[in-house]
């Protein structure tokens, strides 16, 4: 996969954190509905490992054809698999391509395919037939940038995200309290309030159970050498580069990771971090808070926080909220996640589709506001009404016990794979108070680090690439678990992993990623 960059002379760009989208900005006259007088069916293949397939009776697609006359049917392939990388080989090596394509990272497959004739360029398509879409480039140049093929052309229409935070540091208040510590503020403090947690029985049940600190999704946990100055990445996509003083780097290099994987792998040894966490997955969380047995974690806000409300009745007196991130060896408070205010994910054209003008302005739709509430809310009565001029989600909607967004995939809602701007505001009605206060936490301490789109290799830059990269992040990830469990030394390992990575051609993949970097965002 085309990696992402941070591209530090965006700043300015992006400082206004999200983009303003087509209700703001886009002229109402540029979406007629319906879009055509007579029916019009175009075929997609849409895959996500959620939803391999798509689904023509998803009420939100059963609105969107009832409301733009344009009907999708479904041409997916590969839908036995949950691998959407199989299913687009599978796809490709078809030859036939329907007049949509979605999924996840597509941008990479578009970049690649698109200047070889797969996929049709949008560039006059949006200027002539999208004002919505042409409405959000205009005022948004980093993110038309972003989107950009090396070869000048945009191939696909990007899932675009709202709001800043993503995930922040958790821990068990109720614990602190009951053991006479203070919220931890830098990485000494969150030692030894750790070494608390494992020693002294916070959950008083009089056994040495406890796990003080513990991840969900294992590639949380390397993500602490951010306490001593290391990074993982450099956007919202695992083991990215970034940026630094305009060159490219990657943090799996950097002696800050060498000193923090030094230290974590010594937290480890000494019961600190989950025994489990490369295995335990993505039922860690669930299980370990209910059974009064977690004590610290990394997540998301909104879903974290509402272990509050599931789980406080069946643990007493939990507390399970978010916290500053600790300040590192240095002195630094930094969060290294951030929504992207685009994402490598969305749709594009099929090169045979023979209906373009018609399949722009239906990509045009979902940033309309009609089409913008629709994808983001679902179907208005049925999961929302307007409130007060604004969509506002039904009581049965907030109350059913199911999370609202597992309710909308099930509808067809705020899908992955569609191109179109998402709104904050149908999570942050569904978002517990614990959440938002722990949201306005990080944002007064403003511990984001800077996030940008990424760079657009071409075809020779891409071979460098993928000869080189992948067997390198396999060696990278390889002595990160090793090193982390404590079955080899990376002290001693260290200098030989250096020059080993570079004899596999780890500079000339800097090199290639810096000359992409200079060629799209110098001139910004």
């Known amino acids: 996969m085309r990696k992402r960059l941070l591209i530090s002379t965006m700043l300015a760009t992006f400082a206004a954190a999200v983009p303003a989208l087509a209700d703001e900005t886009a002229p109402q006259e540029g979406m007629a509905l319906p879009i055509v007088a007579s029916p019009l069916a175009l075929t997609i293949h849409m895959h996500h490992k959620r939803y391999p397939r798509y689904d023509e009776s998803w009420p939100v697609e059963v609105e969107a054809c009832r409301l733009t006359n344009i009907c999708l049917k479904n041409a997916t392939v590969g839908s036995n698999s949950d691998d959407s990388n199989e299913a687009l080989n599978l796809l490709m090596a078809s030859g036939k391509i329907p007049d949509i394509v979605g999924m996840m990272g597509i941008k990479d497959v578009v970049n690649k395919y698109g200047p070889e004739g797969a996929f049709q360029p949008l560039n006059d398509l949006i200027d002539q037939y999208a004002p919505h879409i042409k409405a959000v480039l205009d005022q948004n140049p980093s993110i038309r940038s972003a989107i950009t093929s090396s070869d000048g052309n945009i191939y696909f229409i990007p899932d675009m995200p709202d709001g800043k935070y993503t995930m922040g540091f958790f821990i068990r208040y109720d614990w602190l309290d009951k053991l006479g510590l203070d919220v931890p503020q830098n990485v000494e403090e969150l030692h030894q309030v750790l070494l608390a947690f494992r020693n002294d029985d916070p959950n008083g049940n009089g056994l040495k159970d406890e796990i003080p600190y513990f991840n969900r999704a294992w590639q949380e946990f390397p993500r602490l050498v951010t306490l001593w100055d290391g990074r993982t990445s450099g956007s919202d996509t695992y083991y990215d580069f970034y940026v630094d003083d305009g060159q490219v780097r990657h943090g799996f290099i950097g002696e800050g990771y060498h000193l923090g994987i030094s230290n974590l792998a010594q937290w480890y040894q000494e019961g600190l971090i989950d025994p489990e966490i490369f295995t335990r997955g993505a039922s860690s969380r669930e299980y370990l808070l209910s059974e009064n047995l977690g004590g610290m974690t990394h997540d998301w806000f909104a879903s974290t926080a509402g272990y509050n409300d599931s789980i406080g ?38 090169y045979t589709n023979t209906h373009p003008e018609e399949t722009m ?30 969509p506002r989600l039904k009581p049965e909607v907030l109350g059913s016990g199911e999370p609202v967004n597992a309710q909308m995939y099930a509808i067809g809602a705020s899908l992955q794979t569609r191109g179109y701007p998402r709104d904050y505001e149908q999570e942050r009605q569904w978002t517990n108070q614990a959440a ?35 067997p390198i992040l396999d060696l990278m990830l390889e002595k990160q678990q090793a090193w982390l469990l404590g079955s080899a030394d990376v002290d001693a390992e260290w200098d030989g992993y250096l020059a080993q990575l570079d004899s596999m051609g780890m500079q000339q993949v800097l090199a290639v990623m810096q000359e992409a970097y200079q060629r799209q965002y110098q001139a910004n």
């Open 361 to 390: 302005k239906y990509f045009d739709f979902w940033f309309s506001p009609v089409g913008k509430n629709l994808v983001n809310y679902g179907v208005e009565g049925k999961q929302w009404d307007m409130v007060d001029g604004k």
């Open 436 to 470: 938002l206060d722990g949201i306005a936490l990080y944002d007064q301490g403003d511990y984001l680090i800077d996030l940008f789109p990424g760079v657009s290799l071409n075809p020779e830059e891409q071979a460098v690439y993928d000869k080189y990269w992948p």
């Open 313 to 350: 009745d069946k643990v007493e007196g939990f507390d399970f909220r978010a916290f500053p991130p600790p300040a590192s060896v240095s002195g630094v408070r930094m969060e290294e996640t951030r929504r992207s205010p685009v994402r490598p994910d969305g749709w594009a054209m099929g």
